[in-house]
RNA sequence: AGCGGGAUGGGAUAGCCAGGAGAUUCCGGCGGGCUCAUAACCCGCAGACCGGUGGUUCAAAUCCACCUCCCGCUACCA
């Protein structure tokens, strides 16, 4: 809103969203991540402080569950994840200053003082909640600790969504049936005490930051949503050992959720960042507290503004709640500052489809560097194919085509005849001065580049370097500097001079998308320092006299390996397609409707269970739509004995003003419900998605037993 | 259904918040040029009534209202 324009003499942090220590990375995942880097490198390019910080969530069920499945320890399970990503975002060139884990003592101990801030506020309240408890081992059982039978669909389910049948998430407390994961005897339910944080306490507090911060338009919109109806308490414990332990010492095993640790690590991390580095080189309090002090009151506007550091925070567009609602309550419970930013990205698309770990529809971080391809290309396609918050699609199609149109063709070709042309005729840069109209190009391009650092505009950061060169190649071109060397000496020196200082821009504003290639480019034109280090000014300053012959910053990328990737992504998706749809008959059926058949079930059952089904031949009576529902209709079902009151999710194939008179199946004996508010005594039988009604073909009397 | 985000030449994208010269860039098509350069580069042409309908305004891709269709989150198919 009215925050002071960047760079400010504050400190700035930025951060990614923490990955999850549970399994490989791809395409979708690196894109937060690059994101992040080259915006963090773009905020020092000119002139902001800022530290880039990260960290490994290792905490949750799912960790906590996947270890045990192999029965290794979870601290060891998610470590081993840790370091594989710490290892790999190098080779992206994404580079933290700090990149820590949640399991750190740092993190734990940064956790458990939140926590006793929050109780020394009293924004802590305890409340009682049913959880599923082993009898065997004498304890609780959190999430995906139970199995049982989904209340809903009466399929197998895990505790907290019901995975095989109809996809619901489940409540604590509502699966049937519990069974321990861990020995398998029947779990019980008990009753047990835990912490809230009271979100309604800062109610209005979150309605002037979600005014105030800046970023993307679902990050700051999103949420309003949320925040203006009533805030509902966030149950910050669970019953577990695998996590930051509850700080209140009284000896119960609770530990926090691992949305409360999580977001911390941004925090913890900054913190060991000036740990390592010193409070001379960047002090963290200086930017995550205001003043350098953690403090409570409620005008950030007029309190703590100016002094408050500049929170940057990259994340998916799937956690804006844990960072606009959440994450603000928690820092502002806690006495230190806001995020200043939120900017949520858009998703990674393969080849126009959605990306899907489970249908190997995905391209991995390994497999794009093993297949030769050097970081920074993906670096540029992914941070510039779209606006930030779009989604950006991903085929190695498009991926060669614009490497090869616009950093092979355009940006890595001017450099290069530039840089050749001077070194072969001047053995270097030629004596004289930059002409007014390339002085005025490159001060347009570092304009526009510091603007889009201020709108975090990772787009155009990325783009303005080949902008640039389009200018130089047409520059060039109108020129003919070949033809002038021998007719006119002057003005060919001038020419390739005002290209050189082109050059030498291109290098210092590519620096953060393509750092590795503008070093490269840094060192063609006879520079021995670091583009990172050499400022924005740079872009103007004239480079070294003398430079020998350049080589090719980029490579085309050839239509046999793009391919051969492409045919094996097809494959692979296929391949694991196959597996799941069966028996998809893709060539016949042509005017069919093809629906995803599910195998059939290969579990018989005995003529008794069936005989359970007590199932009906009924006519519907009435049927209206119920109001704020898709798909539902309440209807009336005449089962000659009985009359029944359903609702039915049908209004999708079925309009409610033919279906009076209709003769359908119902189950009868099907356990009451509510739904919309409404009673459902039964259940009309209906096939498929578009759930079309089962009926009789002759003229069973109505109530006749069906068997 | 609620809430967000979208809809721009054949494909992909920018511009929209801070309205104003018949709209950006990349790929593709057509024609021409050049040869310093990685068969690359440069120029020109064709191609968009900026999803639809109304409104505000001297002026709307840009603001407002309604509608249609996509995507996401939430609800949901007893």
Known sequence: MSHEQLPTDRPAVVTVGLPYANGDLHVGHLRGYVDGDLYARALRR????????????????????????RDVDPEAFALEWHEQYRDRFPEFNVEFDYYGHTHEETNIDLTQEFVRSWLDGGYIVEDEIEVAWDTELDEPLPDRYVEGTCPYCGAEARGDECDEGCQRHLEPGEIEEPRSVRTGNPAEYRTREHKFLRLSE???????????????????????????????????????DWGVDYPNGDGEELVLYVWVDAPIEYVAATKQYTERVGTDTYDWEAAWKPGGESRHGMTFEEDWQAESGEIIHIIGRDIIQHHCVFWPAMLRGAGYNEPRAVLATGFVNIDGDALSTSRNRAVWAREYLDAGFHPDLFRYYITTGSGLSNDVDFSWDRFAERVN??????????CYRALLFAARNYDGTPETTVSDEIHGQIEDAVESFETAVQAYDVRTIGQVAVDLADVGNEYIQRNEPWNLVGSEPDRAAQVIRDCIQLTRACAVLMQPVMPEKAQRLWEQLGESGSVAEA????????????????????????????????????ERVTATGDEERDADSAESDEETVTADLDPVETDRIGFEQFQELDMRVGEIREAEPIEGADDLVRLEVDIGVDRRQVVAGIKQLHDTDTLPGTRVVLLANMERAELFGYESDGMVLAAGEEADLLTTHADAPLGSRIR
């Open 46 to 69: 000119i002139g902001q402080q800022t530290a880039f910080v990260c960290g490994s969530d290792m905490h949750g069920t799912p960790v906590a569950v996947n270890a045990a499945e």
């Open 202 to 240: 800062f109610q209005e507090y979150l309605q002037s930051f979600i005014d105030r911060v800046e970023g993307t338009d679902n990050a700051r919109n999103q949420p309003r949503e949320w925040i203006e109806g009533e805030l509902q308490d966030l149950c910050i414990t669970r019953d577990m």
């Open 405 to 414: 149109g616009e950093l092979v063709g355009n940006l890595g070709n001017f």
């Open 535 to 570: 400022g924005l000014d740079a872009a103007h300053s004239p480079p070294p006299e003398t430079f020998g012959e350049p080589t090719e910053l980029f490579e085309q990328v050839e239509s046999d390996t793009v391919e051969a990737l492409t045919e094996q992504l097809r």
